[in-house]
């Protein structure tokens, strides 16, 4: 028997019970008039084997009672199971579609807009491509590795939603097969592009990365998911995604650097995402790659962190200054309100 708030599906059997209650047959006997085994027999009363057509044509026979109904009894009985479990998936699926920040994602186009919790959970089922959204906590479903600087269950699911669209966005992006080696290979020749305007590299970084097999999504940011970058391979590409608005450069830089590293490391397609070493050694990587760790040492110890002596610095290493200035504001050499203005900044 299977229930639900409006459903109760009963099996055929019961009704075979009671018959032999009736009749004051055993199931041994029932089993043996049957011609089918007392297991296949005690199976059938409880709901766990389909009653087929044979079956109801053997019922008829023993009971006197008419195959059709036998039939009409188990499609209706294979029909409120579904609407049963359906409608219970729904009430499970209401708690978690309250989390997703629905009503931005649908101000951002991503899904329709609605007020109607059910149409709310269908259409979160179909954006992320599951029958039910628990299903979302699988591991197969869903492995990013991804740099947050919080987490709780809300920016969990506010992430599954921000990564799924960089998902859908890359399924368009025509690009190269994977080429780990090969993208290692130009990343000197994308930290040149640091000293460029933003508005014109991003471009320039989506060709470099798609000749190795790898998609560049950039998408607004979602309130609560706390969310910098996310890399996760799908299909044939690895997902580089990443949020821009209202940001200074030097975070993009730091965090698509951050991205690479996971790619360059290994850390992509785990099954439990990133460890929180991972992490680390992803930060570590993205810092020593944008600027050398000697060459920041000698210049950390000079203790001239001046405009002009920053300025000289950053043209020295070939890198934006704000790259600079904030790696200096991040390791506590100057507080975050000093030289700023050496920060480009994204408005888009």
Known sequence: MVRSRSFIATPPGATIKEQLK???MSQKEFAARMDMSEKHISNLIHGEVLLTPETAVKLEMVLGIPASFWNHL?????????KAEEENAMDADAELAKQFPYHEMAELGWIPETQEANEKIVNLRKYFGVVKLSLLGNEQITRIACRRLAITQKSDLA???????AKIQAREAEIAPINIRGLASQVSEIRKLTV??????????RRHLAD????????????????????FQDGKKIVVGLTTRGRDADRFWFSLFHELAHIILGHVGQPNGTTEEEEKAADQWSRDTLISPDAFEAFRR???????SVLQFAREQGIAPGIVVGRMQSEGLIPHSRLNNLKEKITA
């Open 74 to 82: 188990e499609a209706v009985y294979r029909e409120k199971i579904v």
């Open 302 to 308: 000079a203790s001239d962190y001046s405009e002009k």
């Open 196 to 205: 460029q305007p933003y508005e014109s590299i991003c471009p320039q970084i």
């Open 22 to 24: 009736d009749r004051g």
């Open 159 to 165: 992430l599954m939603a921000w990564a799924q669209e």
């Open 212 to 231: 190795y097999g790898i998609a560049l999504i950039i998408l607004p940011h979602l309130k609560g998911s706390y969310l910098e970058g996310a890399t």
